[in-house]
């Protein structure tokens, strides 16, 4: 059985109070679903939600790391520093990353590595443009993000590799692919794996749809056999919404 996970990414909201109380909020929602739940602050506001999301079934997670261990990379944070305030799961290759601080699949597959190195589990993200799926490349884009990140690494990272389907033209725009279209592509990328690793390996990554999930659609992504839960932007923001997609499982 692969893991159902959500997750919400803050993204560069909430200030410290903000963080506060949004995290009552979520520790006053019922969950009723079998998803792992995680939530990614911004990087000052970590060590806060961390400690106050200890003892509770919220991971905080990070939104972004550097591939060094440390030294001359002014304004970055490495794997071993989330890891010394207790992260353990780090967002990578967000395509605002992408579009926004030029990075790329190199960059990438080098911040993979280092992510894996500390023992800390990555969630992967990927997607095609519109220009990509209005040209019928968006399957041809996606197969090589993922083979150029990450088909350097051995089977067994993939215990600890999530992928997250982010079609760009999806994201925070209120357009969300179809059920069927997140559907398509799921089993595309799952096929894209089984091909290199295996059945046994593509069989237990979970892959997550983001991109515009709110509780209004989630039910009928989640329904969908490729689909093994979201990245959430906005409506991770509202604790009721987060919440209500959480439980749509
Ligand atoms: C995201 O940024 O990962 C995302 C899916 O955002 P939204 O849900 O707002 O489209």
Same mark, same amino acid.
């Given at each position: 059985?692969?893991? *159902?996970?959500?997750?919400?990414?803050?993204?560069?909201?909430?200030?410290?109070?903000?963080?506060?109380?949004?995290? =009552?909020?979520?520790? !006053? &929602?019922?969950?009723?679903?079998?998803?792992?739940?995680?939530?990614?602050? =911004?990087?000052?506001?970590?060590?806060?939600?961390?400690?106050?999301?200890? &003892?509770?079934?919220?991971?905080?997670?990070?939104?972004?790391? *550097?591939?060094?261990?440390?030294?001359?990379?002014?304004?970055? #944070?490495?794997?071993?520093?989330?890891?010394?305030?207790?992260?353990?799961?780090?967002?990578?290759? *967000?395509?605002?990353?992408?579009?926004?601080?030029?990075? =790329?699949?190199?960059?990438?597959?080098?911040?993979?590595?280092?992510?894996?190195?500390?023992?800390?589990?990555?969630?992967?993200?990927?997607?095609?443009? /519109?220009?990509?799926? !209005?040209?019928?490349?968006?399957?041809?884009? #996606?197969?090589?993000?993922?083979?150029?990140? /990450?088909?350097?690494?051995?089977?067994?990272?993939?215990?600890?590799?999530?992928?997250?389907?982010?079609?760009?033209?999806?994201?925070?725009?209120?357009?969300?692919?179809?059920?069927?279209?997140?559907?398509?592509? *799921?089993?595309?990328?799952?096929?894209?794996?089984?091909?290199?690793?295996?059945?046994? #390996?593509?069989?237990?990554?979970?892959? /997550?749809?983001?991109?515009?999930?709110?509780?209004?659609?989630? !039910?009928?992504?989640?329904? !969908?056999?490729?689909?093994?839960?979201?990245?959430?932007?906005?409506?991770?923001?509202?604790?009721?919404?987060?919440?209500?997609? #959480?439980?749509?499982?």
């Amino acid at each position: 059985m692969r893991k *159902h996970i959500v997750a919400g990414n803050w993204k560069m909201n909430n200030d410290l109070p903000q963080t506060e109380l949004l995290i =009552t909020d979520l520790l !006053k &929602q019922n969950q009723t679903s079998d998803a792992e739940v995680m939530i990614a602050p =911004t990087f000052t506001n970590l060590w806060q939600a961390f400690e106050s999301l200890r &003892q509770e079934p919220i991971e905080v997670i990070a939104q972004n790391m *550097h591939f060094a261990e440390n030294g001359a990379y002014t304004g970055e #944070v490495s794997a071993s520093m989330l890891k010394s305030i207790g992260i353990k799961t780090v967002i990578l290759g *967000h395509s605002e990353r992408r579009a926004y601080y030029n990075e =790329t699949d190199e960059s990438l597959a080098k911040k993979v590595d280092a992510a894996l190195a500390n023992d800390m589990r990555v969630i992967f993200c990927f997607g095609e443009e /519109l220009a990509d799926r !209005k040209a019928g490349n968006e399957e041809a884009v #996606v197969e090589g993000q993922i083979k150029n990140a /990450l088909f350097h690494l051995g089977a067994d990272a993939f215990k600890s590799i999530v992928l997250a389907y982010e079609p760009v033209w999806a994201i925070g725009t209120g357009e969300t692919a179809s059920p069927e279209q997140a559907q398509d592509m *799921h089993a595309f990328i799952r096929k894209t794996l089984a091909d290199k690793y295996g059945n046994d #390996v593509a069989d237990s990554v979970s892959i /997550l749809y983001g991109g515009s999930v709110k509780p209004a659609n989630a !039910k009928e992504i989640f329904s !969908k056999p490729d689909v093994d839960g979201g990245l959430i932007g906005g409506a991770a923001l509202k604790a009721e919404d987060f919440y209500a997609i #959480v439980n749509a499982f």
